[in-house]
Nanobody, 127 residues
Framework: QVQLVESGGGLVQAGGSLRLSCAAS????????MGWFRQAPGKEREFVAA????????YYANSVKGRFTISRDNAKNTVYLQMNSLKPEDTAVYYCAVRRVECGSCYYVGPFQYDYWGQGTQVTVSS
């Protein structure tokens, strides 16, 4: 089993910034891609950002492109999501996810493509 623990969520005013972290522990894979998703009340879970094992490839949802940055530190088994210029519509529970991969440059955008999930961290952006 792999355990994922997110942190860094909170309440911030519109235009502010937050940095989420997701630390993996337990049965960590030799290679794994990671992603961030979010779910607002009454809505389906949606893709936010993804990063390959190498860290060289990233992909973002259009709604966050240019404002959010995903990165990772493989030595610490941790992925980050830097969120700038936050908007009230960014309010949601944010989840990180992990998928074991053979491809070091691959990333994934579908929630069904991931094997393990964190418990989520709440991000609330006030107007």
């Amino acid at each position: 089993q792999v355990q994922l623990v997110e942190s860094g969520g909170g309440l911030v005013q519109a235009g502010g910034s937050l940095r989420l972290s997701c630390a993996a522990s337990g049965r960590t894979f030799s290679r794994y891609a990671m992603g961030w998703f979010r779910q607002a009340p009454g809505k389906e879970r949606e893709f936010v950002a993804a990063i390959s094992w190498s860290g060289g490839n990233t992909y973002y949802a259009n709604s966050v492109k240019g404002r959010f940055t995903i990165s990772r530190d493989n030595a610490k088994n941790t992925v980050y999501l830097q969120m700038n210029s936050l908007k009230p519509e960014d309010t949601a529970v944010y989840y990180c996810a992990v998928r074991r991969v053979e491809c070091g440059s691959c990333y994934y955008v579908g929630p069904f493509q991931y094997d393990y999930w964190g418990q989520g961290t709440q991000v609330t952006v006030s107007s």
